[in-house]
């Protein structure tokens, strides 16, 4: 097994659309592409604004 010293890539920001026009920033991880095209990793910030509601942010 080898090890490698290299640190782990940084993630690139990048912009993501969500429903009602609302423009967010959030990090691309990692991609791959697959037989139907192209898998994205994306890490978006969330928060709760309530009990049972989720928002992203």
Do not use: F, H, K
Not at 12 to 35: K, M
Not at 37 to 45: A, C, N, P, Q, T
């Amino acid at each position: 097994m080898t090890t490698s010293s290299a640190p782990d890539p940084a993630p690139v920001p990048i912009r993501v659309l969500l429903p009602g026009d609302q423009e967010v920033v959030a990090r691309l991880w990692s991609r791959r592409q697959v037989p139907d095209g192209w898998r994205y990793e994306v890490g978006l910030l969330a928060y709760r604004n309530g009990p049972n509601v989720m928002n992203c942010m």
